[in-house]
């Protein structure tokens, strides 16, 4: 069963109160799962270490780290969000949500995916989802990129039958297109490089330079095409299953800014209230940290920490002083995932993942945009599509409940 480092502090934010290392361990035994070691950054360097070695321990940071065996099945559990959401559902303490497709009622079209019949000779399938407003910061940041490895490693069987690619929709122009082209046709910056290369050469240098991506590349180097998914720009998205382009990465901001509070409120659950509200806070608390930090040479007097009013203000003092493209920005951030298969079910199950635990800090918590994707025959279906799992009129068992809240189905 999948093992899962998780920080004990931030777990115990989400969690909303702090436990002693044997009360974790029971509640972790109650839930049905294990808490199998209690450890730290640095010591896991130590110990995979023969002596001490002061150059690699020195960034290494000593939070404690809780090291969580997880049941094979629960993929929504192979994150902090998933298991802090598990775990408050169990305890009463959660709401279980509601997963729902975003309204497009309004005459706003799905962003659309096209794709070509030539991806039937490496890598035929593909969905796709947008998650919309979504904030970001050093610890989300992380988890998300952790949760798409752990899928990788082991519902995706090292990405031969499901590869994730993430952007930044702001960065690129719908609609898409996943195509299958030549080695040799294809050309782009990847992510990590700061030079073009062409696929073929870009699977040689991996080769030779990669420890990480040269165990993938097999997966399609000796195909007569790689495939590859554009922007109406042409701007290549990503080379799945091995790496994305440079110029659509996401990435985290400098300092996050507050997500406006959804509009509709008479429309949303107790759940997405709460995660909304929670959201807020702590994107407020984050900005005013870093004005703390950085806009005392543009201010008089900086804000103190309770001052959300003075925060218009402070992002264009914080945005000149940086002498850039503003990255603090009250608008949205908008993260378009797609992810190309071999196996089209297991890749609505990964997409479906993502999306669930991620939806949290979307501006409206849980909503998710569908993809319109449109297949070589010219038939057009929506992913994800996102129901939730179970019934709760049965309310004996809470473990159950818990599950259902923090899982998902396909229909």
Same mark, same amino acid.
């Given at each position: 069963?999948?093992?899962?480092?998780?920080?004990?502090?931030?777990?115990?934010?989400?969690?909303?109160?702090?436990?002693?290392?044997?009360?974790?361990?029971?509640?972790?035994?109650?839930?049905?799962?294990?808490?199998?070691?209690?450890?730290?950054?640095?010591?896991?360097? /130590?110990?995979?270490?023969?002596?001490?070695?002061?150059?690699?321990?020195?960034?290494?940071?000593?939070?404690?780290?809780?090291?969580?065996?997880?049941?094979?099945?629960?993929?929504?559990?192979?994150?902090?969000?998933?298991?802090?959401?598990?775990?408050?559902?169990?305890?009463?303490?959660?709401?279980?949500?509601?997963?729902?497709?975003?309204?497009?009622?309004?005459?706003?079209?799905?962003?659309?995916? @096209?794709?070509?019949?030539?991806?039937?000779?490496?890598?035929?399938?593909?969905?796709?989802? @947008?998650? /919309?407003?979504?904030?970001?910061?050093?610890?989300?940041?992380?988890?998300?990129?952790?949760?798409?490895?752990?899928?990788?490693?082991?519902?995706?069987?090292?990405?031969?039958?499901?590869?994730?690619?993430?952007?930044?929709?702001?960065?690129?122009?719908?609609?898409?297109?996943?195509?299958?082209?030549?080695?040799?046709?294809?050309?782009?910056?990847?992510?990590?490089?700061?030079?073009?290369?062409?696929?073929?050469?870009?699977?040689?240098?991996?080769?030779?330079?990669?420890?990480?991506?040269?165990?993938?590349?097999?997966?399609?180097?000796?195909?007569?095409?790689?495939?590859?998914?554009?922007?109406?720009?042409?701007?290549?998205?990503?080379?799945?299953?091995?790496?994305?382009?440079?110029?659509?990465?996401?990435?985290?901001?400098?300092?996050?800014?507050? *997500?406006?509070?959804?509009?509709?409120?008479?429309?949303?659950?107790?759940?997405?209230?709460?995660?909304?509200?929670?959201?807020?806070?702590?994107?407020?608390?984050?900005?005013?940290?870093?004005?703390?930090?950085?806009?005392?040479?543009?201010?008089?007097?900086?804000?103190?920490?309770?001052?959300?009013?003075?925060?218009?203000?402070?992002?264009?003092?914080?945005?000149?002083?940086?002498?850039?493209?503003?990255?603090?920005?009250?608008?949205?951030?908008?993260?378009?995932?797609?992810?190309?298969?071999?196996?089209?079910?297991?890749?609505?199950? @990964?997409?479906?993942?993502?999306?669930?635990?991620?939806?949290?800090?979307?501006?409206?918590?849980?909503?998710?945009?569908?993809?319109?994707?449109?297949?070589?025959?010219?038939?057009?279906?929506?992913?994800?599509?996102?129901?939730?799992?179970?019934?709760?009129?049965? *309310?004996?068992?809470?473990?159950?409940?818990?599950?259902?809240?923090?899982?998902?189905?396909?229909?």
């Amino acid at each position: 069963m999948p093992i899962v480092g998780v920080n004990r502090d931030r777990l115990f934010e989400a969690l909303g109160r702090k436990y002693t290392d044997e009360e974790f361990d029971q509640l972790c035994f109650e839930y049905g799962i294990e808490l199998d070691d209690v450890t730290s950054e640095r010591e896991m360097i /130590r110990k995979e270490l023969s002596r001490d070695d002061a150059s690699a321990l020195q960034e290494a940071s000593e939070d404690v780290i809780y090291k969580i065996d997880i049941p094979a099945n629960r993929y929504d559990m192979l994150c902090l969000e998933g298991i802090a959401r598990a775990l408050n559902i169990f305890k009463g303490r959660l709401e279980a949500p509601q997963y729902r497709l975003a309204d497009m009622k309004a005459g706003k079209p799905l962003l659309q995916l @096209v794709v070509k019949p030539e991806t039937a000779l490496v890598r035929p399938y593909v969905v796709a989802a @947008v998650l /919309r407003g979504v904030t970001l910061d050093a610890s989300r940041y992380s988890s998300f990129i952790d949760l798409q490895d752990k899928l990788h490693q082991n519902l995706c069987r090292q990405r031969s039958l499901v590869a994730i690619g993430t952007h930044d929709l702001a960065k690129c122009r719908p609609p898409f297109s996943y195509e299958a082209l030549p080695p040799a046709d294809i050309s782009f910056v990847p992510l990590k490089q700061t030079r073009k290369f062409r696929a073929d050469e870009l699977m040689d240098h991996y080769i030779a330079n990669d420890q990480k991506l040269k165990k993938f590349v097999p997966l399609i180097k000796d195909s007569l095409v790689y495939p590859a998914i554009y922007d109406a720009d042409r701007t290549p998205l990503s080379l799945p299953p091995i790496i994305n382009g440079a110029a659509t990465a996401v990435s985290r901001q400098a300092a996050p800014s507050p *997500s406006p509070p959804p509009h509709n409120h008479g429309s949303m659950t107790a759940a997405e209230e709460a995660a909304s509200a929670r959201n807020l806070r702590y994107n407020i608390d984050k900005l005013l940290q870093y004005t703390q930090q950085h806009a005392s040479d543009c201010l008089a007097c900086p804000p103190a920490a309770s001052d959300a009013q003075a925060l218009p203000q402070l992002i264009p003092c914080i945005n000149r002083r940086h002498n850039h493209r503003p990255q603090i920005s009250l608008d949205t951030r908008d993260v378009f995932i797609e992810c190309t298969a071999t196996d089209l079910t297991k890749a609505k199950v @990964v997409l479906n993942t993502l999306c669930a635990m991620f939806g949290e800090y979307c501006s409206t918590p849980y909503v998710v945009e569908a993809v319109q994707v449109v297949d070589s025959f010219g038939d057009s279906h929506g992913e994800p599509r996102l129901a939730h799992a179970g019934s709760f009129g049965d *309310s004996h068992s809470k473990q159950r409940l818990a599950h259902a809240g923090s899982h998902h189905e396909l229909r």
